[in-house]
């Protein structure tokens, strides 16, 4: 987090998440290549006894610009030098329809707007396969003394804190005179919830910084 700015950067998160090797198809004999364009992803020989929901499949998708939908199949490798097909339960074919989160049609020319960077992760159901971004951008909460004092209440005109979903409810107070408002007594109510109790709160006219003298509350 950009402590002056208020801007927060995410990573992927996808260092330790096996990434499975994808490749397009072509031009496929007996399928329907008008509407579909066909996929294969290599898996282990035990890949569908080991499939969790929770885990999905993390995969790499080029980008190719076609208004087809992508249907995928599973190549499990075995021991032996060999490989068989995943089949699929709903149809008894051996193909996988991605679809998005919805059930609904998703075309390849739209993945980018699910991850501009080609990485997915595929959530097999009933038969499906449902397409999400394969990055992991959600922020752990937990309680963080300092996090309260500095970042949650950055709320200096032109910066990005837009609206009251995190920390105190600031909202009301942007663009306004923190001086003549009852913005102390705010916090004081606000921050006493949370176990964190304000000492004295006050605006710095000249630099647009509200300071804070804060305390942790002793609990037993």
Request: proline share 3%; with cysteine; glycine share 8%.
């Amino acid at each position: 987090m950009n402590a002056s700015h208020g801007e927060v950067n995410l990573a992927d998160n996808l260092t330790d998440k096996r990434i499975y090797s994808f490749e397009y198809l072509g031009d496929v004999q007996g399928m329907d290549t008008e509407r579909y364009t066909y996929g294969e992803i290599r898996v282990p020989g035990n890949f569908e006894n080991r499939y969790s929901d929770k885990d999905g499949i993390h995969v790499h998708i080029p980008y190719i610009p076609q208004y087809k939908e992508l249907k995928i199949r599973f190549a499990m490798e075995k021991g032996n030098g060999g490989e068989s097909y995943l089949r699929n339960r709903s149809d008894n074919s051996i193909c996988f329809t991605v679809l998005a989160p919805d059930m609904g049609t998703v075309y390849l020319s739209a993945f980018r707007i699910v991850n501009e960077t080609n990485n997915f992760n595929l959530i097999l159901h009933d038969g499906k396969l449902l397409l999400y971004s394969a990055n992991e951008t959600d922020f752990i909460i937990k309680p963080s003394l300092e996090q309260t004092k500095v970042f949650l209440l950055k709320a200096a005109a032109g910066n990005l804190y837009q609206h009251p979903t995190t920390g105190v409810g600031l909202i009301r107070y942007l663009h306004g005179n923190f001086e003549n408002s009852n913005l102390p007594d705010k916090l004081q109510q606000e921050f006493e919830v949370d176990g964190m109790i304000i000492r004295n709160a006050y605006m710095d006219s000249a630099t647009g910084e509200l300071l804070l003298d804060a305390e942790e509350k002793q609990t037993d």
